[in-house]
């Protein structure tokens, strides 16, 4: 192969891509691409540098999904998306500059039972945030998981952020404009615990396959569990196209859910498309609609947070506490002052 004077994933740290970006270090790497951390030598905050591995850079489908993913995220500025600062191409190597987050992938945080169902609920709400945004301006996502939405540390606490939009698909060409067709009908793309029964029979996605995936995330989330848990691509595939979802109680038996949230889920992971919310918009007010709780125990109790680490600040005094429980606190001191003082008035 004949060498093409462009810069190359390898040799990328150090080098200063566009004249503006210094690149400072590697973040990670995927099958698609590398993402760097780099210092904007205007003396801007730094900011994170993803481009494709070299192999695919002359790849035109490849590189066509990767510019559509820059076009995507540079024409949604909302709070709970990846904000791109910059896109360009170098010598023949397209990146995109987006903000550097820090944080964790919520994949990395729901452990196996959960989250506590009202985290659960407001990371929900802030993903459809996002999703429904990204709708309401003509743009499926089509590759929903929760390894593409990461919780960044804001200054007043975590922020759901959508992620990688590599599969998006434009559904306003009034706004977008005509784009090739990238993916072939009957072609299976996506993550297979994620994927609408339609992505698995290879027929074409729209929002309500991004409603579908929703709702597998809303279930993980509240259970730490998939909808369906089979040991083979082809077991999952066909369990979202036939199996009947369980409830979020058949998995996580020890609490007791609303019906209203159950009702969301199931709706969402509903089979036909045309039973779905037909956006996140959709799914988004009706789980804005749950009353509170929306989970409590077997025994009535609400579900508690896990125990802080050391390190923490330790938590307001009572403010956590069901009224019942500090009722009853205060009566038993009041008896144990009138016993108390019986007994020395004897």
């Known amino acids: 192969m004949q060498p093409t004077g462009r810069p190359t994933v390898m040799n990328l ?32 905050p730094d900011v994170a540098i993803k481009v494709l591995h070299d192999e695919l850079i002359d790849q035109p489908e490849q ?44 994949g990395e ?6 989250l506590p169902p009202e985290d659960a609920l407001e990371i929900a709400k802030q993903i459809l945030r996002g999703l429904a945004f990204a709708h309401a301006n003509g743009v499926a996502h089509r590759d929903l998981k929760t390894e593409n939405v990461f919780l960044a540390r804001g200054p007043s606490g975590m922020v759901a952020k959508l992620l990688d939009f590599g ?18 009908q009957g072609a299976v793309f996506g993550t ?27 279930f993980e989330l509240f259970t730490g569990a998939w909808p369906f848990m089979e040991e083979t691509r082809m077991g999952m595939y066909q369990a979202h196209l036939s199996k009947p979802p369980p409830r979020l109680a058949d998995v996580a038996d020890e609490l007791r859910f ?19 919310f037909q956006s996140a918009g959709e799914m988004l007010a009706a789980l ?20 802080a680490p050391a390190s923490a600040a330790p938590p307001a005094p009572a403010a956590g506490l069901d009224p019942r429980l ?3 606190g205060l009566a038993l001191v009041v008896l144990a002052v009138l016993v108390g003082a019986f007994l020395l008035l004897r």
Not at 174 to 180: I, M, P, V
Not at 202 to 214: C, E, K, L, N
């Open 192 to 218: 297979p615990a994620y994927m609408a029964p339609e992505q698995c029979a290879g027929a074409p996605v729209d929002m309500r396959g991004d409603v579908y995936s929703m709702g597998v995330i809303l």
């Open 326 to 328: 500090l009722a009853a």
């Open 288 to 307: 804005e609609a749950v009353p509170h709780p929306v989970a409590i125990r077997g025994d009535g109790s609400a579900p508690t947070r896990a125990p």
């Open 109 to 114: 945080v729901i452990g196996d039972e959960g």
């Open 13 to 44: 740290i150090g080098s200063v891509i566009d004249g503006r970006y210094e690149v400072q270090s590697l973040l990670g790497e995927g099958g698609m691409g590398a993402v760097y951390r780099a210092r904007q030598r205007d003396g801007g």
């Open 63 to 106: 590189r066509e999904r990767f510019e559509r993913e820059a076009r995507a995220l540079f024409g949604l500025e909302h709070p709970n998306v990846l904000h791109v600062v910059d896109f360009g191409i170098v010598s023949g190597m397209p990146y995109i500059a987006m903000e550097l987050l820090e944080g964790q992938p919520l």
């Open 258 to 276: 609303r019906d209203e949230l159950e009702a969301v889920v199931a709706k969402a992971l509903s089979k036909l498309a045309s039973d779905r």
């Open 167 to 184: 599969l998006v698909k434009f559904v306003d060409d009034d706004r977008w404009g005509q784009s090739k067709k990238l993916t072939m």
